[in-house]
């Protein structure tokens, strides 16, 4: 655990499905770190995951169905206000810390002490040249975030009404409109799933493709249009760079990604739904 004595962390990684073998390696890389680690299961029935947290000694509680990344990171900050914890560390189930990175990132809080750091991350590899310098940055994922408790509980804990996607954007923005700084650190990193990322070209232009899911899109669409919605007098430059990103995506996946049909479907009753002000888990197929 961090030599830096005062604080008490908790940490979380949500769990769907998971690759075994690469959550082995997520829960060695971070139980040493941190002062307790909690694995929420949103799969259905995971015996296997069951004897990973028994074998690791870590803690596990199962939902028994999938009810969302912000349903599962509340278990997480329920678990840790219950141990008083003074910082959760959230975590995506493929995520790999490097060593010490919780003790960086708390050095790097204690350096900044006239910044009112709600919240502080290291940067995935590969993402290093987007964040080139340490310091205030608008908005943080959630894998590798390092959260002040006592704040997340001022703002209610995660969005689960997002279900998934922009529960990380949700927080960033309500953390911000309290006053709190959002701490990034290039220098810290970490390996982290980016997705199915693949490169494609078109008339001579080269161009990366995200290729998620059909379902995927759906929640992305809806979630962020309230992200506008309820954000465009806060922080109207990061709504006009986050929608100019998916009229960017929209173009990307009628000209180069498979089952574009369904995707831009999903696209659509996500614009309806958003409308239509209904949230939570999709139960209807496109």
């Not at 290093?128 to 943080?140: E, I, M, N």
């Not at 006592?150 to 009404?161: D, P, T």
């Amino acid at each position: 655990m961090t030599s830096i004595k005062h604080s008490n962390v908790i940490a979380v990684i949500v769990a769907y499905q998971p690759n075994i073998l690469l959550l082995r390696k997520n829960i060695e890389a971070v139980r040493e770190q941190v002062d307790r680690l909690i694995v929420v299961d949103n799969s259905e029935s995971d015996l296997a995951l069951l004897n990973l947290s028994e074998q690791l000694c870590v803690d596990y509680y199962s939902n028994g169905e999938n009810l969302g990344v912000a349903q599962a990171l509340n278990v997480g900050l329920k678990y840790a206000n219950s141990y008083s914890g003074e910082w959760l560390l959230t975590l995506d189930q493929d995520s790999v810390l490097s060593k010490d990175y919780v003790e960086q990132l708390l050095s790097e809080y204690c350096n900044h002490p006239n910044l009112k750091i709600a919240s502080l991350a290291g940067v995935p590899i590969g993402m290093s040249d987007r964040v080139r310098h340490a310091g205030s940055v608008k908005y943080l994922i959630s894998s590798g975030n390092l959260v002040q408790t006592s704040v997340l509980n001022k703002i209610g804990g995660f969005r689960e009404s997002f279900f998934i996607d922009y529960v990380d954007y949700d927080v960033s923005l309500k953390l911000r409109r309290l006053g709190f700084t959002l701490f990034a650190c290039p220098n810290v990193q970490f390996s982290h799933n980016l997705g199915n990322v693949s490169k494609k070209k078109l008339i001579g232009i080269e161009f990366s493709v995200t290729n998620h899911s059909a379902i995927r899109r759906y929640y992305m669409t809806r979630n962020r249009l309230i992200i506008y919605r309820e954000n465009i007098d806060f922080d109207p430059s990061l709504v006009v760079a986050d929608l100019t990103s998916m009229c960017k995506e929209v173009v990307k996946i009628i000209l180069a990604e498979c089952d574009r049909k369904n995707k831009c479907k999903a696209i659509l009753f996500g614009i309806c739904d958003f409308f239509l002000d209904r949230t939570g888990k999709l139960t209807r197929m496109f």
